[in-house]
């Protein structure tokens, strides 16, 4: 059973994180925290209780944007203890996924928090902690090749493959690129790679995938390679120009 702290700035959304961590049976006590400096001297009780003491705390869910001392200053602080607690950031903004997981964060929960997204936050921390077995992954089938899932706001939407120009790895997460926006997904480049060659994406960075139909320009510059697509000039490693040249030269 996991212990865990909530931390958010907001008390209806921290008082609505307890009670769904609360009602998650992997859960065995949770508490609130209204800000990190408050989390931060709720978890040294914990440190100094010991892992299987009476205040110990295996996971911590944090929002970011708080006043003072932000979660991901919590989090940075947080790397340096000896046996920290697992953190899964809690936040209303995708800009920052590559930050989170920089800090080893074990997931990035978008608000407003769904019960089945917290849930799988939940059961990655368990399987962490080796609270839980780790339990065998359902697949997630796509409602039809031609899109993929996207969610906005706690709403799951559905883009069009044909709109995404280019995709930006970012840790564990790809952020989809079309004219109108962009969206962030839990699914890894090399996945997405693997799921749309067939449909004209090629990889030319260990960043970045991107549609040969939306590519305007390639560029040579002194030994450097870079593709224009929409108004974003995207560098070409040296490890996939040649393949890309070919791909364009034959593109119809």
């Given at each position: 059973?996991?212990?865990?702290?909530?931390?958010?700035?907001?008390?209806?959304?921290?008082?609505?994180?307890v009670?769904?961590?609360?009602?998650?049976?992997?859960?065995?006590?949770?508490?609130?925290?209204?800000?990190?400096?408050?989390?931060?001297?709720?978890i040294?009780?914990?440190?100094?209780?010991?892992?299987?003491?009476?205040?110990?705390?295996?996971?911590?869910?944090?929002?970011?944007?708080?006043?003072?001392?932000?979660?991901?200053?919590?989090?940075?602080l947080?790397?340096?203890?000896?046996?920290p607690?697992?953190?899964v950031?809690?936040?209303?903004?995708?800009?920052?996924?590559?930050?989170?997981?920089?800090l080893?964060?074990?997931?990035?929960?978008?608000?407003?928090?769904r019960?089945?997204?917290?849930?799988?936050?939940?059961?990655?921390?368990?399987?962490?902690?080796?609270?839980?077995?780790?339990?065998?992954?359902?697949?997630?089938?796509?409602?039809?090749?031609?899109?993929?899932?996207?969610?906005?706001g706690?709403?799951?939407?559905?883009?069009?493959?044909?709109?995404?120009t280019?995709?930006?790895?970012?840790?564990?997460?790809a952020?989809?690129?079309?004219?109108?926006?962009?969206?962030l997904?839990?699914?890894p480049?090399?996945?997405?790679?693997?799921?749309?060659?067939?449909?004209?994406?090629?990889?030319?960075?260990?960043?970045?995938?991107?549609?040969?139909?939306?590519?305007?320009?390639?560029?040579?510059?002194?030994?450097?390679?870079?593709?224009?697509?929409?108004?974003?000039?995207?560098?070409?490693?040296?490890?996939?120009?040649?393949?890309?040249?070919d791909?364009?030269?034959?593109?119809?």
């Open positions: 059973m996991l212990r865990a702290l909530a931390v958010d700035d907001e008390r209806p959304t921290l008082e609505e994180l009670y769904l961590l609360n009602a998650d049976p992997r859960i065995g006590a949770a508490e609130g925290a209204s800000d990190a400096t408050e989390a931060l001297r709720r040294n009780r914990a440190l100094e209780s010991g892992p299987d003491g009476p205040d110990a705390i295996d996971v911590v869910f944090l929002d970011i944007q708080m006043p003072g001392l932000d979660g991901l200053d919590l989090a940075r947080l790397t340096g203890f000896a046996r607690p697992l953190v950031f809690v936040t209303a903004h995708e800009d920052f996924a590559v930050q989170a997981f920089d080893d964060a074990v997931d990035y929960v978008l608000k407003p928090v019960r089945e997204r917290l849930a799988e936050a939940v059961r990655r921390a368990a399987e962490q902690c080796g609270a839980t077995p780790p339990s065998p992954r359902i697949p997630v089938h796509e409602p039809d090749p031609d899109h993929i899932t996207v969610e906005l706690g709403v799951a939407r559905f883009v069009p493959v044909d709109d995404i280019h995709v930006e790895a970012q840790g564990d997460y952020r989809l690129h079309t004219d109108k926006g962009s969206h997904v839990r699914i480049l090399a996945t997405l790679e693997e799921r749309w060659r067939a449909r004209g994406f090629v990889r030319i960075h260990r960043r970045h995938l991107v549609a040969l139909r939306h590519i305007g320009e390639l560029r040579l510059d002194a030994g450097t390679v870079s593709v224009l697509v929409g108004t974003e000039e995207l560098q070409v490693s040296r490890r996939h120009a040649r393949e890309l040249r791909l364009l030269m034959r593109r119809p």
